[in-house]
């Protein structure tokens, strides 16, 4: 079976590394990895193939940053090129990135059959592009791999057969668990000068937090205060660093003396920081899940989340971005409230295998 693996946006590189060492440990399986470029930067991308130990992509779209339409369509034009040249069995799309839409669109419109991995997560809010992305990819996948029972609710409220849809647990925490024991290894608190648990981990990058001037100088304004209390690591994501400087809040950043603003981490050093600290704060949705799995209090910075069972289940309190929220829910964390929680069903490092398990049977029958 030839599959084509996509991966494009930083939380891409976690997701398809499992299942690309999954598949390559069974015979009836010959992979390829194309890269559409949608994150470019070594920070963002090739840092992160050294961590995750992803083979180097067999074939790199170079496509880049620019407005959705474009880089939808840019990568759709580039990508159906490289259908025709290989004709695959499969083409294995995973999460919620433009790359993983504008894939899925060309390979049904070639007739190629299309695996989603995470399928079925929803907010219910059109207003994040992640969303659409979400919903249209599903509707057109053939085989579809949901993290938890709700993402099969959701899809089924959508009129998506049950024999396409396989609850088989997360691929994120797939990689956390392979390679935990290795980011134990890294030296990065002492490169920070930080002391295990006695410091916070913040990242942001969602254009409805960092877009909007009102709302980013909300959260910078609880940030200030929560920093005050404990020192805060923040990697920014190179769209929030442009718009701290579009808004000209450089310099209200530079007052916070213990806010730690450094470069986007690669995936070791990141996942030390993460599973060593006393709380995160984020907008991310890969986060939210692994903060569930180390046991991490952490706060979302938003007011929907597409992965409640990590609200219900696991360690993670939606906070929006109204300030003093941010500030009380910190403080309970602070003084020693923060929430529990349990691992979700399944999250157990043997997702992957459960894939390929699958697409084994149904795909070569
Ligand atoms: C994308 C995904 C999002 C994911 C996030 C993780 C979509 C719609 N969004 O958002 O789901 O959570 O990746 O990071 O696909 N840029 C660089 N260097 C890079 C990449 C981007 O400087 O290597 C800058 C560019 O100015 C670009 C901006 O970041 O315009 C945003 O990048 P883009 O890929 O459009 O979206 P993300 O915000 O990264």
Known sequence: MLVVNVVGARPNFMKISPLMRAMKRRESFESVLVHTGQHYDDNMSKNLFRDLELPEPDLHL????????????????????????????????????????????????????????????RSFDRNIPEELNRVVTDRLSDYLFTTCQEANDNLGREGIGKEKIFLVGNVMIDSLLAKLEQAKQSDILNRLGMESAKYIVMTLHR????????????????????????????????????????????GQIAEMTHLHLVEPLGYLDFLSLMSQSKLVLTDSGGIQEETTVLGIPCLT???????????????????????????????????????????????????????????????LG
């Open 62 to 121: 170079g496509v880049g940053s620019g407005s959705h339409a474009w880089q939808t369509a840019e990568v759709m034009v580039r990508f159906e090129k490289v259908l025709a040249d290989l004709t695959p069995d499969l083409v294995l799309v995973v999460g919620d990135a433009n790359s993983t839409l504008a894939c899925s669109i060309t390979a049904t419109k070639l007739g190629v059959s299309i695996a989603h991995v995470e399928a079925g997560l």
């Open 207 to 250: 254009p409805s937090n960092v877009d909007n001037q009102k709302t980013l100088r909300n959260i910078l304004h609880g940030l200030n205060v929560i920093q005050q209390k404990l020192p805060v690591i923040f990697p920014a994501h190179p769209r929030t660093l442009k718009q701290i400087t579009e808004f000209g809040l450089s």
């Open 301 to 363: 910075l938003r007011e929907n989340t597409e992965r409640p069972v990590t609200v219900t289940e696991g360690t993670n309190t939606l906070v929006g971005s109204d300030p003093n929220r941010i500030i009380d829910e910190a403080m309970k964390v602070l003084n020693g409230y923060g929430k529990v929680g349990q691992v979700p069903k399944l999250w157990d490092g043997r997702a992957s295998e459960r894939i390929v398990t699958i697409l084994e049977k149904e795909v």
